[in-house]
């Protein structure tokens, strides 16, 4: 029998064996049956359990060398694997996890189809479907992170509570159809329940910073792991086409009621549940991308501020320059968000800090202009429930890019800290939340559903 | 007499799929087998078999099952694959045209040394 000492050793060499990446649990204990029964072999021919301990450790030879010869056989293994395969004791565990994703994504899909069963056609009654259609998806997703996350009663009733407002006001509003107001309450409806998912994301640390931060990071990842589930559904779309075709079966209809709808309700909780399995497994993906375009936006808006100077244009109030303003600013902020959502907050001040301050005050100058020339247009020709929104948000977002700088000036100039930067940022979800909520339920009735 | 590297690592694949021929069997026992069948004049690094053991299992040529040993530990056996069999019987001819490749240039010479041994 071992000695609690050896055991402890024994414990340790697990420990630092399994910090190679090309050595796998399974791996190492096969090595230590290895070494446990050559110590008892070695303890058998009069050894100390000490001095058996050494010989065997020795004799299994440099664990350098041995890890290269896993990695030689398991290449592999030093790509970070997606799918990743769970040890045994969370086997289980991780199978319960992917049934209950499995049934809530095939769930969230017949609950899209739902309304065809009563007879209610997307494109006849398209006024149902844009007054609900936010909440075939978005309910699941948050019963899916109370399940994981085992929330409690209190919480599971706000959550549940402001599904069933929202769904009430979005059903009672007297919208007219052709009107305006019913567009926007569509738009901005996935948006205020997308925070309601936040809640329900980040548990009792909603209020916090650490728990907002990591709702932010977990929308940045589904966004990119739902692109890439959306393309591979195009690829596959597309090969039903083409093979059916050939056999002179036209299923287009078919992509376009169900696959299609089905594919992108379901993608959602996959997706989901694959940002949860792997944010401790692979690098986020998010800071990579904005890494690659915070320098190449920075740059294109300095090249467009620097032509308008030049050239004495002013900006072109079309029809949608406020809404491409409006994107502009978003893409801009999620280019600083998640950059900023994967800085360590202690590194010290560097030439990444320098693109993003050149990043946001070139926006805000190029947004600046812009606003400029569509609020002396609006006085002109009055105001809509669009402009107001398209306005609005401009504000909104445009306020909170400037705050930023100079959040990040002082943080730069050692006058703050980053951990401000952090807590503004996540502070001013509420205002998102906010204003969307205004637009969701209070324009409808400002400008009388029209 | 040390066996030098080269021929260890070629003859690796030939010696574990031989003693796996006889029984099924895992890391350590296979060790033990090795050491005694060679008068001790083959002694691998032990944590060298592993990777040898899984580059086979990956080829198919051996069959890895994790079962409880007597000691209660968990403990991965292997067997030989029909596959196995017949790399081993491959190898086997592999090295007796070399053996007889070698004492067929020099025949005396090797009856010689095998005298002084």
Known sequence: MTTPHIEQQIEQWREYFLRRKAVQSQDVAELEDHLREQITGLEKNGLSSDEAFLVAIKRLGDLDSISREFAREYSERLWKQLVVAPSDTEAGESRTEWMMVLGLAVLAALLIKAPTLFGLQIDRDWGFYVRNVSFSVLPILAGYFIWKRKLSGKFVGWVAAAFVVAAIVMNVFPFHLNGSTIGLSALHLPIVLWFVVGVAYAGSRWREVTGRMDFIRYTGELFIYYALIALGGGVLSGFMLMIFESIGVNISPVIGLWVIPCGAAGAVIIASWLVEAKKSVIENMAPVLTRLFTPLFALVLLVFLTTMVWTGNGVNVARDVLIGFDLLLVVVLGLFVYSMSARSPQAKPGMSDILQIILLVSALLADAVALWAIASRISELGWTPNRVAALGENIILLVNLAWSSVLYLKFFRKQGTFAELEKWQTQYIAVYATWAMIVVALFPLLFGFR | ?117
């Open chain 2, 1 to 117: 007499m040390e066996i030098n590297k080269d021929l260890i690592a070629a003859s690796s694949t030939p010696i574990v799929l031989a003693t796996l021929a006889k029984r099924e069997s895992y890391g350590y026992a296979i060790l033990k087998q090795v050491q005694d069948a060679s008068g001790q004049h083959i002694e691998w690094t032990d944590g060298m078999l592993y990777p040898v053991l899984h580059r086979l299992e990956r080829l198919g040529y051996i069959d890895g099952t994790w079962k409880d040993a007597d000691s209660g530990r968990k403990r991965k056996y292997y067997r030989i694959t029909s596959r196995g069999r017949k790399q081993l019987a491959d190898e086997l001819k592999q090295w007796r045209a070399v053996d007889a490749t070698i004492r067929g240039i020099l025949p005396a010479m090797t009856m010689q040394l095998s005298h002084r041994l």
